[in-house]
């Protein structure tokens, strides 16, 4: 009777976690950055080179901070939603481009609009890395004191901004 247990008691270990890890979001990467202080950016604005982006000017306000580049697609795709939503709900929306040669990004905000206040150039990547950046697009919720307290891997639709992001800036205003 044993000998049937024992196999039996594997499968079903087996089995529940198997329901566990298919129960999981596979595209929620938990982020190490959550409820830490947004990393210092001070990297040259785009279009005013002369100017940098300081993220300690930015605390006492929510704001948003989306990681794109020109070469990405879903970053294109996102752009009418961010300038929507940051219109409609006056969210200050800032932009990281990420990896990119300036020339290339600012002949991209040309074409597509440009719905940041202002967006800084990480060439190399540093930058990105310390906020823990996987890829393009992403999106930081950053609240007054300066703190990340949501993180957007991948393209915002409009439900996506609706179900989770507006949410998320609603509970911290």
Not at 2 to 22: D, E, I, N, Q, T
Not at 104 to 128: Q, T
Not at 162 to 172: G, K, N, S, T
Request: proline share 9%; charged share 25%.
């Amino acid at each position: 009777m044993l000998r049937y247990l024992v196999p039996l008691a594997a499968f079903l270990a087996m089995a529940v976690f198997l329901a566990m890890g298919l129960s999981r979001d596979p595209r929620a990467v938990p982020s190490a950055m959550i409820d830490k202080p947004a990393p210092a950016i001070g990297l040259p604005v785009l279009l005013a080179p002369g100017k940098k982006l300081d993220v300690q000017s930015l605390r006492g306000q929510v704001w948003l901070l989306n990681v794109w580049a020109s070469w990405c697609g879903p970053c294109k795709d996102e752009l009418p939603v961010l300038r929507e939503a940051a219109q409609r709900h006056g969210i200050p929306l800032y932009g990281l481009n990420y990896k990119d040669k300036p020339e290339e990004a600012e002949a991209w905000l040309a074409r597509n609009g440009n719905p940041y206040i202002a967006s800084a150039s990480d060439l190399d990547g540093r930058v990105g890395i310390e906020y823990g950046v996987y890829g393009v697009p992403e999106t930081f919720v950053i609240d007054r004191d300066g703190r990340i307290r949501y993180k957007q891997l991948g393209l915002i639709t409009p439900e996506i901004w609706r179900d989770r992001i507006q949410p998320a800036i609603e509970a911290l205003q």
